[in-house]
Nanobody
Framework: QVQLVDSGGGLVQPGASLRLSCAAS????????IGWFRHAPGKEREGTFC????????YYADSITGRFAISRDNDKNTMYLQISSLTPEDTAVYYC??????????????????????????WGQGTQVTVSS
């Protein structure tokens, strides 16, 4: 199973931007559905942004519309989540994950939905993002 390591979290002020990184132990980003999830205190885990090269699908939650962007560097086996205009409501532990087990289309939406309920596929250990003045 692919191992993932999250990093890049920290304490930032409202309005700031942040880039989270997710390094994979092997080349896997092109043939998996990838996603970023977050778990805020007192709330259920949320699938924020998922994309899949398997069926060219993309899903992002309404809560992050226009503020989150996923990118990847296949040479480094690393994917990134760029977050802009951070608010205190973005405070959470952020996890990257990738998966090949979802078989219902669109894969990105289904992975974001399923991953919000259970640890399917491979997951990073999480990185804390705290937004506070």
């Amino acid at each position: 199973q692919v191992q993932l390591v999250d990093s890049g979290g920290g304490l930032v002020q409202p309005g700031a931007s942040l880039r989270l990184s997710c390094a994979a132990s092997e080349f896997a980003l092109d043939d998996h559905t990838i996603g970023w999830f977050r778990h805020a205190p007192g709330k259920e885990r949320e699938g924020t942004f998922c994309i899949s090269s398997r069926d060219d699908s993309k899903y992002y939650a309404d809560s992050i519309t226009g503020r989150f962007a996923i990118s990847r560097d296949n040479d480094k086996n690393t994917m990134y989540l760029q977050i802009s205009s951070l608010t205190p409501e973005d405070t959470a532990v952020y996890y990257c994950a990738l998966d090949k087990s979802v078989i219902q289309h669109p894969f990105a939406l289904r992975f974001c939905e399923a991953g919000a309920r259970a640890d399917i596929g491979s997951w990073g250990q999480g990185t804390q993002v705290t937004v506070s003045s």
